[in-house]
């Protein structure tokens, strides 16, 4: 197997991100177990900054 450009091509189709229990959102890392969003994995607190604007995306999946 070579190092360049032909293996690259094989990295796509996997899913590294899911979506998150805490946030919602699809920015949870499956290897790391840390959410990029909230924080989720890594600290209780929820992950916020003061340049940043956070919304918490709604937890229902299409039911009512």
């Not at 070579?2 to 990295?11: D, E, H, P, R, V």
Request: aromatic residues 8%; positive net charge; hydrophobic residues 15%.
């Amino acid at each position: 197997m070579t190092k360049g450009s032909s293996s690259m091509g094989k990295k796509s189709g996997k899913d590294v991100h899911i979506r998150c229990r805490r946030c919602g959102r699809a920015s949870y890392h499956k290897i790391d177990g840390i959410c990029s969003s909230c924080g989720y994995g890594k600290t209780a607190k929820l992950r916020k900054y003061t340049w940043q604007k956070f919304e918490k995306r709604p937890n229902n999946r299409g039911g009512k």
